[in-house]
């Protein structure tokens, strides 16, 4: 069993940055895929970014291209979204998932293990 916490999260004001964490626990994560997704209040959970397993390929929503840069750390089992330029329409409670065939996919249900959730907010 894999559990997820998501961390980083908290108030930032449009134009700044948020580094969000994703520590994973109870056994490696390294050979798994890796996603962040968002849900904003009264919309579904949307894909944010992805990584693969190795870390080489990376897949990201086109609102966030160019602003937002996933990564991995094996050692730390550990995955961030680095997210600048932020705007009031990033604000959402932030999901990590993890996706255990180790490619990184866009759609929710294809992934097994989720976090709790860290809240996004971005003021005007």
């Known amino acids: 069993q894999v559990q997820l916490v998501e961390s980083g999260g908290g108030l930032v004001q449009a134009g700044g940055s948020l580094r969000l964490s994703c520590a994973a626990s109870g056994r490696s994560v390294s050979s798994y895929a890796m996603g962040w997704f968002r849900q904003a209040p009264g919309k579904e959970r949307d894909f944010v970014a992805a990584?693969?397993?190795?870390?080489?390929?990376?897949y990201y929503e086109d609102s966030v291209k160019g602003r937002f840069t996933m990564s991995r750390d094996t050692a730390k089992n550990t995955v961030y979204l680095q997210m600048n330029s932020l705007k009031p329409e990033d604000t959402a409670v932030y999901y990590c998932a993890a996706e255990t065939t180790g490619w990184p996919r866009r759609r929710d249900t294809e992934y097994d293990y989720w976090g709790q959730g860290t809240q996004v907010t971005v003021s005007s």
């Open positions: 990584i693969s397993w190795s870390g080489s390929y990376t």
